[in-house]
């Protein structure tokens, strides 16, 4: 029989299911960088990014509506995105979701609108877009969704050819990019995109699929998945769940005693807000009293109470004990978070302070005693995401706040961050590595205005060269230089500086290429595989080596990169 329409329901799973399917894949998809370095990057970025949005989704329940499953799907992805393709994941779903929010059911012709207005959103995101990258493949399927209007309104017919063809433009994608093709790989991101479709669909042509979200991190704090097994002596017998439908959006501190109050009636607290619905999860002994404390913010729905004693006997009580501590430690943690939050609204208001995404102990210091008021543990390792800039942002009390990335595959992340901000004006200096920071952070004057600071740093940004060492973890062949798994590799800022066996000599091998006649200083961040006699012993051969230069060696304790080198 044919298929016609996809409901609420049937695209919720469809959804976990393309995210599960993402998270299952993400290290293959890992290997299709064209870079052989030692991080999580696409497929880890995009799987953080869509588990974010399948969190919410899961807290949805088995009967979604239409409308609070784009806002779920949007809302989750956006303050989740990490890393460029996370970014432009989350703009795909916002623009398909502000198409299907306004249906109750979705048919070709919608979908093929939605597809579009995907397409749409992300290459505006995206301030130089590139071909052969996730855009195109996105492009390609929205373009044959077109295509397809008229010729069939059976939708596994329909998303069977938009997929193929998203994969035919997936399997193009080396000769757009030339680095790809040397690299003998196709776009990551891209295949990100394609997996998570093939997911979808197999839902659709009635694969069973476990929908089973185990945990991820939300807006409002840690969100630990309840299972619906406890143990045979259970402290609180009744799980209770609803939906609170807000007469208006909670204010911070309305949410944070009502939480407060449920800590005190019971343990396995979720509760996740947006402006007009929240979600609530509690287990109590006396269900009425969260319901009461709970009609004062709004009406109820999708109530749904269970008697745990009595449908779960047989499981260990571990298991909840372990939950319960989980919660508790969430909970205490954001009591502090709030008297700190307090605290420091007490104190005078800067006018313009600093977020500095940093990794390593040593950077972290040194960025602080430059002037950072607020460090993001994150880089090349691991990219923070929009929410964990959002709230990097909350936590400064300036009126002019800037962000300095240092990684340029964080710089989406932060600008989308940014775009979220009313109350203070957001300022994200484009820094793609450490040095850029360290720079910017430098050529800040507390005498001009923020706006003539955003300036003058960025503008300082092109005075200095960047240069990293790391290590391949597969063989590969970039920018002509054949690349062997363990190689050493010097980074430099448009590509790959230099290779070889010893760490040494690749290193002096990529100042050469970074330093000339007007270079001044150059500076050493050794990291934490590195001692600080083999540090000392490199820089004092930088001296010697370029005797015009002041040579600076510090402490940088940052992993996967053995040094990272500025010149200037």
């Known amino acids: 029989m044919a298929i016609t329409t996809i409901d609420a329901p ?13 998270e299952a894949k993400k290290e293959w998809i890992n290997e299709l960088n064209v870079f052989p370095v030692p991080d999580g990057d696409t497929g880890t970025n995009m799987t953080m990014t869509i ?9 949805l329940g088995a009967e979604p509506t239409m409308a609070d499953l784009a806002k779920a799907i949007s809302s989750g992805s956006l303050r989740g995105a990490r890393g460029n393709s996370g970014v432009i994941l989350s703009q795909l779903f ?10 109750q059911e979705l048919d070709a012709i919608v979908l093929s609108e939605a597809l579009q207005k995907a397409v749409e959103t992300a290459y505006k995101a995206v301030m130089k877009p590139k071909e052969g990258t996730i855009l195109t493949v996105a492009k390609g399927a929205a373009d044959k969704a077109m295509e397809m209007i008229g010729e069939t309104e059976d939708l596994t017919v329909f998303l069977d050819e938009v997929i193929k063809h998203a994969e035919h433009v997936l399997s193009k994608t080396p000769e757009m990019l030339p680095v790809l093709k040397q690299a003998g790989v196709v776009d990551s991101g891209g295949q990100g995109l394609v997996t998570v479709l093939r997911g979808a669909y197999d839902v659709l042509m009635g694969k069973e699929i476990d929908y089973t979200i185990e945990s991820t991190a939300t807006a409002g704090g840690s969100t630990v998945k309840i299972s619906k097994q406890a143990e045979q002596d259970i402290k609180f017998g009744y799980c209770t769940e609803f939906i609170i439908v807000l007469n208006q959006p909670l204010s911070e501190n309305e949410e944070f005693e009502f939480k407060a109050y449920l800590d005190s009636i019971g343990d396995s607290i979720v509760v996740v807000a947006d402006d007009e619905i929240t979600k609530v999860h509690v287990h109590t002994n006396d269900p009425g009293l969260a319901i009461q ?15 745990m004693r009595e449908e779960h006997q047989e499981k260990l009580i571990k298991d909840a004990q372990k939950v319960a501590a989980e919660q508790k430690a969430e ?7 709030q008297d700190s939050k307090a605290e420091k609204e007490q104190q005078p208001k800067k006018d313009m302070g600093f977020v500095s995404v940093s990794i390593g102990e040593g950077l972290n210091e040194i960025f602080k005693g430059l002037g950072a008021d607020y460090i993001i543990a994150g880089g090349q390792t691991m990219n923070p995401s929009t929410e964990d800039v959002l709230n990097a942002i909350e936590e400064v009390n300036a009126d002019n706040i800037f962000i300095l990335p240092n990684n340029k595959n964080i710089i989406l992340a932060a600008n989308q961050a940014a775009s979220l901000i009313e109350e203070k004006n957001v300022f994200v200096i484009p820094t793609k590595t450490v040095p850029q920071g360290i720079t910017a952070l430098i050529n800040f004057m507390p005498d001009s205005t923020a706006k003539e600071n955003a300036q003058r740093m960025t503008e300082e940004l092109s005075n200095v060269s960047s240069g990293q060492v790391t290590y391949a973890v597969r063989d590969t062949l970039i920018d002509d230089k054949s690349i062997k798994q363990g190689d050493y590799m010097g980074i430099g800022d448009s590509g790959i500086l230099s290779v070889g066996r010893d760490m040494e000599t690749v290193t002096k091998e990529m100042v050469a290429q970074m330093a000339d006649e007007d270079s001044a200083i150059i500076s050493v961040y050794y990291g934490e595989d590195v001692t600080e006699d083999a540090a000392q012993k490199l820089g004092a051969e930088l001296e010697e080596q370029y005797p015009d230069c002041e040579v600076e060696v510090h402490y940088g304790g940052q992993p996967i990169y053995y040094y990272v080198i500025s010149v200037e």
């Open 293 to 307: 404390r709970a009609l004062t913010f709004g009406s109820l729905s999708k109530i749904k109470i269970d008697n």
């Open 51 to 59: 588990m974010s949005a399948a969190a919410e989704v899961s807290n």
């Open 10 to 22: 049937m695209l919720s799973k469809m959804f976990l299911a393309g995210a599960k399917n993402l």
């Open 94 to 103: 916002r623009g398909f979701t502000r198409e299907i929010g306004k249906y």
């Open 331 to 337: 909970n205490d943690k954001r009591r502090s978070l």
